[in-house]
C-alpha cells in the first residue's frame, strides 16, 4: 500500500520567511501525490498536484512543491510566508481502487507565522 | 464552480437519536466520498460511491449508512452512536476515474 509520512508536526516561521513543509512517500508504482490545506474548522483545499510530467509543480497562493524520485520526496515551499498561511497541511498519496481513487493522507504539519 | 456544500456545519445528538448528514454537489461528479476526521488527526476514509452505487466501504461500523439518492446528492444516516464518534465529517466528489477530490466545510458532530 502507499504512504506518505510529513516530517515534523508543527513548523514556525516569521512573516516574509521561507515555508518548507516535508513530505516522503512510499510507492511501488508512480504515485499522484497532493498538498491540501485545512483552514481552521473548515474542510480541504487542493493546493496543487503531481500526476505525471514536470517534476516542479505550481499551485495555489504562490506555493510550489517538488517531486524528487531519487529522494521519494515531495516538499512543499513558499518563499514568502504570509499571515494568512496559518493552517494545517497534509501531503495525501491516490492509490487506485477500482474505478476510483483513495486518497491516504500525511499526518499534517501545524504551520504557524509569527509576526 | 468547485463546490461541494454540507449540511448541517454543526450537530449535537444524544445516543439513541437518529439523524442525517447531507452532501450535495453540482459538478457533474460521478465518484463521491465520505471521511471521518477526528481533533488533530488526517481525514480517514469511510465510503465511495460510484455512479450512485457504493463502491468502496472501508469497514465502517452499520451505525453508520450511506445513501447515495441521485448523482448530486450523499447522505449519512446515523444512528445508535457512540460519544467516540463525534468528529468532523467531510464529503468529497471527483469525476469518475479521476483522482483529484474536492471538499466539503464539513459537519462537526457532536454525540453526548
Known amino acids: 500500500a502507499q504512504s506518505v509520512t510529513q516530517l515534523g508536526s508543527h513548523v514556525s516561521v516569521s512573516e516574509g520567511a521561507l515555508v518548507l513543509l516535508r513530505c516522503n512517500y512510499s510507492?511501488?508504482?508512480?504515485?499522484?501525490l497532493f498538498w491540501y490545506v485545512q483552514y481552521p474548522n473548515q474542510g480541504l483545499q487542493l493546493l496543487l498536484k503531481?500526476?505525471?510530467?514536470?517534476?516542479l509543480v505550481k499551485g495555489i497562493n504562490g506555493f510550489e512543491a517538488e517531486f524528487k524520485k531519487s529522494e521519494t520526496s515531495f516538499h512543499l515551499t513558499k518563499p514568502s510566508a504570509h499571515m494568512s498561511d496559518a493552517a494545517e497541511y497534509f501531503c495525501?498519496?491516490?492509490?487506485?481502487?477500482?474505478?476510483?481513487?483513495?486518497?491516504?493522507f500525511g499526518k499534517g504539519t501545524l504551520l504557524t507565522v509569527n509576526p | 464552480d468547485t463546490e461541494v456544500t454540507q449540511t448541517p456545519k454543526h450537530l449535537v445528538m444524544g445516543m439513541t437519536n437518529k439523524k442525517s448528514l447531507k452532501c450535495e454537489q453540482h459538478m457533474g461528479h460521478r465518484a463521491m466520498y465520505w471521511y471521518k476526521q477526528k481533533a488533530k488527526k488526517p481525514p480517514e476514509l469511510m465510503f465511495v460511491?460510484?455512479?450512485?452505487?457504493?463502491?468502496i466501504n472501508e469497514s465502517v461500523p452499520s451505525r453508520f449508512s450511506p445513501e447515495c439518492p441521485n448523482s448530486s446528492l450523499l447522505n449519512l444516516h446515523l444512528h445508535a452512536l457512540q460519544p467516540e464518534d463525534s468528529a468532523l465529517y467531510l464529503c468529497?466528489?471527483?469525476?469518475?476515474?479521476?483522482?483529484?477530490?474536492?471538499f466539503g466545510a464539513g459537519t462537526r458532530l457532536s454525540v453526548l
Open positions: 468529497a466528489s471527483s469525476q469518475e476515474g479521476r483522482n483529484i477530490q474536492y
Open positions: 503531481y500526476t505525471t510530467g514536470a517534476t
Open positions: 495525501a498519496v491516490s492509490d487506485r481502487r477500482g474505478s476510483n481513487y483513495k486518497l491516504t
Open positions: 510507492s511501488s508504482v508512480p504515485p499522484y
Open positions: 460511491y460510484s455512479y450512485e452505487k457504493l463502491s
